[in-house]
C-alpha cells in the first residue's frame, strides 16, 4: 500500500465527502485555517490500495525546543479541535471482516512507517469516534488512550427525544422560556471569543485567551452553511453563545457557553434550542462533547446521550520521554 501526498484540492474533498469517517474538519480549506492560525506545516496523506485511495490522514508537524512533534488535529489549546485523524473510503466499509482487518492493520501500518521517516519524537491522532479498532497502533508501539464523549439520537420524533430528557431538566426548560429570551445567529466572532473569556475566566489561561478571534471569524466566512454562531438574549442583554457545527447527518455543539446569574437555566435551554434546530435541518445526532470532564458530566446527561468512545493515539520516543520531565514549558506545547 503505497503512501502519497495528495495535492489536488477537489479530490481530497471528494473523498472526504464520500467518506463515513470524513468531518467538517477535514475538509481542504478547514485545514488550511487550521495551518494558518497554528503555523503548523500541514502534510495530507493518502494511503492507497492499488489504484484506489482508501484512506487519508491529515497531519501537522512543528519543531519546538529541538523536538519534533505530529498532531491530527493540533492542540486544543490552539485550535479547539476535538479529533481529527483518518478518514477510510467507501470500499473499505465494504471489504469483509478479515480483509477489512487486513487492510486496517496495513494502513495503520503503512502510515506509521512514512511518518517515521521525519523521525517525530511525539506523535498524537485523535481518532474521530467510530473508528475503534486501535489494535494496529498497539502493535506498532503506540499507547491508545480511551475517551468518551455525548451523542444525542435525533432521529425518533421530538417528543420522545423531550420525554428522554431528565424530568427535572424539562422543568428549567419550560421555566426559562416564561423569559424573553431569544436566539439569534451573529457573526461577531470577537463578541463571542470576548463572551467565552468572560465566562471561562475562573478556569484560567483557556482556548479562547490563546487564540485570536480572527481564526473563528475565518471559519465562519468558510464555512456558512456548516458553521453557525448563535447568541441567546434575555431581552437586550446577551447571556449565551452555541457555536455549532454541521457535516453530512453529523451535528456537533463545538463552543459554547451561557451566564449564571440569570435567574433561570440558560444552558439546558439553549441546548434544547439546538437540538430543535439541528433535528428541523436533517441532522441525525447531535454531538455534545465533554463526557471526560467531570464537572460538565451532570449537566450533559440530563439531555440523555449515548456515551460513545473514542481514542487518542500517542507515541513518544525516549528523547520526548526524557525532555518531558526536564522541560515544563514541553507538557503545555502538547497538552491535548
Not at 204 to 225: H, K, M, V
Not at 274 to 303: C, H, M, V, W
Request: aromatic letters at 14%; one cysteine or more.
Amino acid at each position: 500500500m503505497p503512501v502519497e501526498l495528495i495535492d489536488d484540492p477537489a479530490r481530497w474533498d471528494g473523498f472526504i465527502d464520500e467518506s463515513a469517517d470524513g468531518t467538517l474538519f477535514h475538509k481542504w480549506e478547514f485545514l488550511r485555517i487550521l495551518e494558518k492560525y497554528t503555523g503548523y506545516q500541514l502534510f495530507r496523506y493518502g494511503v492507497y490500495r492499488g489504484e484506489d485511495l482508501i484512506s487519508v490522514i491529515p497531519v501537522f508537524y512543528t519543531k519546538s525546543i529541538g523536538l519534533k512533534l505530529i498532531y491530527s488535529p493540533p492542540p486544543t489549546s490552539s485550535v479547539n479541535i476535538p479529533y481529527l485523524g483518518f478518514a477510510t473510503s467507501p470500499l473499505f466499509g465494504r471489504l469483509g471482516g478479515f480483509e477489512r482487518e487486513e487492510c486496517w492493520s496495513q494502513i495503520v501500518k503503512e502510515f506509521r512507517d512514512e511518518v517515521m521517516k521525519i523521525s517525530p519524537n511525539y506523535m498524537t491522532i485523535g481518532l474521530v469516534p467510530g473508528i475503534r479498532d486501535v489494535r494496529p497502533f498497539l502493535r506498532n508501539d503506540c499507547d491508545a488512550d480511551l475517551m468518551y464523549t455525548y451523542i444525542i439520537d435525533l432521529k425518533p420524533p421530538l417528543i420522545s427525544i423531550w420525554e428522554g430528557i431528565d424530568r427535572y431538566c424539562r422543568k428549567d426548560i419550560r421555566a426559562a422560556a416564561k423569559y424573553p429570551l431569544v436566539m439569534r445567529r451573529s457573526y461577531d466572532a470577537y463578541k463571542f471569543v470576548e463572551l467565552m473569556r468572560e465566562g471561562l475566566k475562573k478556569l484560567g489561561g483557556t482556548f479562547y485567551d490563546r487564540q485570536s478571534p480572527a481564526y473563528i471569524e475565518e471559519i465562519l466566512r468558510a464555512f456558512p452553511d456548516n458553521v453557525k454562531l448563535f447568541f441567546l438574549y434575555d431581552g437586550d442583554a446577551l447571556i449565551g453563545a452555541n457555536l455549532v457545527c454541521g457535516f453530512k447527518k453529523r451535528c456537533i455543539g463545538w463552543m459554547g457557553n451561557t451566564t449564571t446569574d440569570n435567574g433561570f437555566n440558560a444552558n439546558d435551554y439553549m441546548l434544547w434550542e439546538i437540538i430543535k434546530a439541528a433535528k428541523q435541518e436533517g441532522y441525525e445526532s447531535l454531538e455534545n462533547a465533554g463526557a471526560d470532564e467531570k464537572r460538565l458530566n451532570f449537566a450533559k446527561t440530563k439531555f440523555n446521550p449515548d456515551l460513545v468512545p473514542c481514542f487518542n493515539i500517542t507515541k513518544k520516543d525516549i528523547i520526548y520521554k526524557t525532555a518531558k520531565y526536564a522541560n515544563r514549558k514541553l507538557e503545555k506545547l502538547v497538552r491535548f
